[in-house]
């Protein structure tokens, strides 16, 4: 590790943290473009899934890039700790500019799906790392300190995102959504390149090819199984069953092939760590809950109230601002206590009841209502953030910072996945229902824009039958997403409180590795 980190609390103190917050400016700057990636788009995609294919595919148009994150993050997280972490940050970073070009020159759904998929893959790699080269560069009990300066910026993105996705599809139109992180991510790549001094860490071994492929496999054949159930396929349909069956037969292969490599893409013995397979689990429901929010609520708010894109992005405000105040108050606690279980746990119970309470928004919902359970999500999820990833990258050995932030990362972005598709699937089955129920104009889901114009054009009485089913949608996607939050309300309880790494502990650590 760099001497940087590996210097105690003391005279070169001072310098040390320059050092550390110099650096820190590239990759807070590299994790703007992939969370861009994702929240900037959310208040375009009823205008984008409009023009080129009509809601059915707003969740794929999602789903794609979260699926090849969530089956890359493993491989982009064994390459930075085999091959050195700063190499492949760079690598990923051109990955994901090259997609976001793509997505801004699609011309139909299936172009867009593709170009998201690169995207997605670019992605994974970023989220990961930056993640490693931050625990590399900060010890666990330090990491406190910067909490809030990380947090924030990702929730920066979850703010600005929204309201620059809904300005540009306004004003300029959605395409630029995606153009708008070639000129962040290309500053971020200058800056990595001169102010990031990690080492290389070069190893002589060989990537699990057979155990990777064998991941992806399970991870996008499960994730089909969740999407296609019950809307394109019968659960019970030979499609179905014979993913499912791959999914679990790809699983079994995995954990096997993983018990006998030689450098394994997730190594099994740090699931025998109690805490590591807790934050695994909080990661994944944080995920889930998270990424529904974000594309669902700005839905509700242009399908049933009738707002503007950009008025939708305003309208994120309370969730997103309590979750900034909370990742700060959180930060600054466990900097100077040390301790975490009451924050996850206080967290996991807000965030349960944030979305038990969204579970019942309908046509008749206030917005100062809606305003007052967006802030209770936000301050959940705030309170849980980073706090997960410290306590996991405390749960191993630092050389294993990089498996660990990518099994975080993973279990993330599979719960971002599944949470879209399953939401996606309760959603879209709802809103059918309730249209064939009350009138023949279920083709509004294909051919409309699902936007404040689009909306506008309806005739009155289909108006009002779709804003009462999109509302009845959201309140099914959202009781789904409290089971999750009610499982991470129990995975919460169950966390047993290991004192953070400091400084001085880091640095002794790091002499004894290999």
Excluded at 67 to 88: E, F, Q, T, V
Excluded at 122 to 146: K, N, Q
Excluded at 217 to 222: D, E, T
Aim: hydrophobic share 50%; net charge positive; charged share 10%.
């Amino acid at each position: 590790m760099d001497a940087p980190t590996g210097e105690a609390e003391g005279t070169r103190s001072g310098p040390r943290r320059r050092s550390v917050r110099l650096a820190l400016i590239p990759l807070l700057l590299a994790m703007l473009p992939s969370s861009l990636g994702t929240t900037i788009v959310a208040t375009s995609m009823p205008t984008i899934a409009g023009e080129l294919g009509g809601v059915t595919y707003l969740s794929w148009a999602v789903t794609s890039y979260t699926l090849a994150a969530a089956a890359s993050i493993p491989i982009w997280g064994k390459l930075g700790d085999m091959y050195g972490r700063k190499r492949w940050l760079v690598v990923a970073m051109a990955v994901f500019l090259a997609g976001s070009l793509l997505c801004g020159l699609t011309q139909d759904m299936g172009e867009l799906i593709g170009a998201r998929t690169v995207q997605g893959l670019g992605g994974g790699g970023l989220a990961v790392g930056v993640m490693s080269v931050i625990g590399e560069l900060i010890p666990p009990r330090e990491r406190g300190r910067y909490q809030g300066m990380i947090t924030s910026v990702m929730v920066f993105s979850m703010i600005v995102g929204p309201l620059i996705g809904g300005g540009i599809t306004d004003f300029v139109g959605w395409r630029w959504a995606f153009l708008v992180n070639l000129p962040v991510g290309a500053l971020a790549l200058i800056l990595i390149a001169r102010l990031v001094r990690v080492p290389d860490r070069p190893k002589k071994a060989h990537i699990d090819y057979v155990g990777a492929l064998l991941l992806v496999v399970c991870i996008v054949s499960f994730v089909l199984v969740v999407t296609w159930g019950g809307v394109r396929y019968a659960w019970g349909s030979g499609t179905i069953v014979a993913l499912a069956v791959l999914s679990a037969a790809a699983l079994a292969g995995f954990v096997h092939a993983q018990s006998r490599a030689a450098e394994p893409v997730l190594p099994p013995h740090l699931f025998r760590s109690r805490n590591f397979s807790l934050m695994a689990v909080l990661s994944f429901t944080n995920g889930f809950v998270m990424f529904g929010a974000v594309l669902y609520l700005p839905l509700y708010q242009q399908a049933v109230h009738g707002v503007s894109a950009t008025g939708s992005g305003l309208l994120l405000m309370p969730m997103l601002g309590a979750l900034v105040l909370a990742s700060q108050l959180s930060g600054r606690i466990v900097a100077g206590t040390g301790r975490y279980k009451a924050l996850q746990a206080g967290g996991a119970a807000a965030m349960f009841a944030g979305t038990l309470l969204l579970s019942g928004l309908d046509t008749g919902t206030s917005r100062p209502a809606a305003a007052l359970f967006m802030a209770l999500l936000g301050a959940g999820m705030g309170f849980l953030g980073q706090n997960v990833m410290t306590v996991a990258q405390n749960s191993v050995g630092a050389q294993e910072v990089g498996v660990a932030s990518a099994a975080m990362t993973l279990f993330r972005t599979l719960g971002q996945s599944v949470g879209v598709a399953v939401m996606g699937t309760f959603f879209n089955h709802r809103v059918r229902e309730v249209m064939s129920e009350r009138t023949h104009g279920s083709t509004v889901l294909s051919d409309t824009r699902l936007d404040a114009e689009g909306m506008g054009r309806m005739a009155a009485g289909v108006r009002s039958v779709y804003r009462g089913a999109v509302a009845q949608g959201v309140q099914g996607a959202f009781l789904l997403a409290s089971v999750a939050a009610g499982l991470s309300l129990a995975a919460a309880f169950l966390v047993r409180e290991v004192p953070l790494r400091a400084a001085r502990r880091q640095h002794k650590q790091d002499k004894q590795q290999p």
